[in-house]
C-alpha cells in the first residue's frame, strides 16, 4: 500500500508542476502578462492560432487530476493508518515489572452449602471468679 502511496505521490508532484507551468504559460486577457515574458509567442507558433484553447484545456485537465490525485491520496493515508497492523515503524511496548507490594487475589466466594450452614463465632472465655477483672 505504501508503494502505491508513494507512486500517487510522484505523480501528484509532477501534475502540479505541470499545472503552474500552463497557466504561467497562459496569454493574460489584457496585456499579455508573464505568459509572454515565459513564452507565450512560442507557444502559438507550436499549436498555431488555438492556443488558448489548447493550453485553458490542459490547464482544466491538469486542475481536476491534480484534486483526483489529491483526494485518492487522502483516502489511502486514512486507509493505511487506520488498518494496517502495527509495524515496525511505531513505538514498542514496554512491559511494566510487577512490584512486591502486588495485591493479593481475593478469597474465593462461599459455596452455597456453607451458606446453609450456621457460622460459629470465635468462642471467648467467660471469666471465672477466681480470675480478677479488668477495668
Partial sequence: MSILLGILTFVLIVVSLFLVL?????????DGGMGAAMGGGMAEAAFGADTSNVLSK?????????FVLAFALYLGRIYQRTHVAVSSDSLPTIAVPVSKSAPKPAPPAPSAAAKTAPVAGPTVPKPTPESPKKP
Avoid at 500552463?22 to 489584457?30: C, E, P
Avoid at 490542459?58 to 491534480?66: D, L
Fill in 22 to 30: 500552463v497557466v504561467l504559460a497562459q496569454k493574460a486577457k489584457n
Fill in 58 to 66: 490542459a490547464t482544466i485537465n491538469a486542475a481536476i487530476a491534480f
